[in-house]
């Protein structure tokens, strides 16, 4: 079974600090893909990136970078500089199945409530 | 390229009533996923559809069941709603071929369900 864990409930940090976000995850399939996603009060879930088992490549895109780890199962998000803008919900998901096949069901963790003073 | 679209905002019920979501998947995109997100947690994956079959269910009981229809739009029926069933309702759409899903989920706005 998939399981995705997002182990901080919420952070709070001010306007210009660097902010890392969690994510281990448990699967038993060699190939899965892994996912972030930021969820305004508005509540749409918008897509941030998208990893593949054997890309452990790190990313990065302006202000934000992803450090993913086969090793520790891990696949964790970090942003740089954050603003007031970044305050969200963020989860963290998988997809198991050849690419992201199967059905595409995504598992998502319990999700990390970042707030961002100025 | 019209993004995902869901109707309506938000509903309140009461115990024991029927209700019917919608969606409209985005442009060019024919698989639609619905799923279920309770106040303070990670949306749960209710099912998928795909060439207007269920095509994958996650943990919920049949009183939720769904229809996509030609044009690729999709229903979430859910019957004899019970207090739990309020929720933050969320539709995904992508693309798939041969029923491999290709590229990413684009979520739509979601539906506010209030069961009194």
């Known amino acids: 079974a998939q399981k995705v864990t997002q182990a901080q409930t919420e952070i709070s940090v001010v306007e210009k600090e660097d902010v890392t976000l969690d994510c281990v995850y448990e699967t038993r399939d060699t190939t899965y893909y892994l996912f972030w996603y930021k969820q305004p009060p508005s509540g749409e879930l918008v897509f941030l990136i998208r990893?593949?088992?054997?890309?452990?490549q790190n990313e990065i895109s302006g202000r934000y970078s992803w450090n993913f780890q086969k090793s520790t199962s891990s696949f964790n998000f970090t942003i740089t500089a954050s603003q007031v803008v970044d305050s969200a919900v963020y989860f963290c998901a998988l997809s198991e199945g050849a690419g992201g096949t199967s059905y595409g069901k995504l598992t998502f963790g319990q999700g990390t409530i970042l707030t961002v003073h100025p | 390229e019209t993004g995902v679209t869901q109707s309506p905002t938000h509903l309140i019920k009461t115990r024991g009533q029927q209700v019917t979501l919608r969606c409209s998947s985005q442009?060019?995109?024919?698989?639609v996923s619905w799923y279920q997100q309770a106040l303070g947690q990670g949306p749960q994956f209710i099912f998928q559809?795909?060439?207007?079959?269920?095509?994958g269910r996650g943990n919920f009981p049949p009183r939720f069941s769904g229809l996509q229809f030609p044009n690729y739009s999709s229903e979430l029926n859910v019957n004899a709603l019970e207090l739990d069933d309020s929720a933050l309702y969320l539709c995904?759409?992508?693309?798939?071929?041969?029923?491999?899903?290709?590229?990413?989920?684009?979520f739509g706005p979601g539906t506010r369900l209030t069961v009194l």
């Open positions: 442009s060019g995109h024919n698989t």
């Open positions: 990893r593949n088992s054997f890309d452990e």
């Open positions: 995904a759409s992508s693309l798939a071929v041969g029923g491999i899903r290709l590229g990413e989920q684009f």
């Open positions: 559809y795909y060439r207007e079959e269920e095509n």
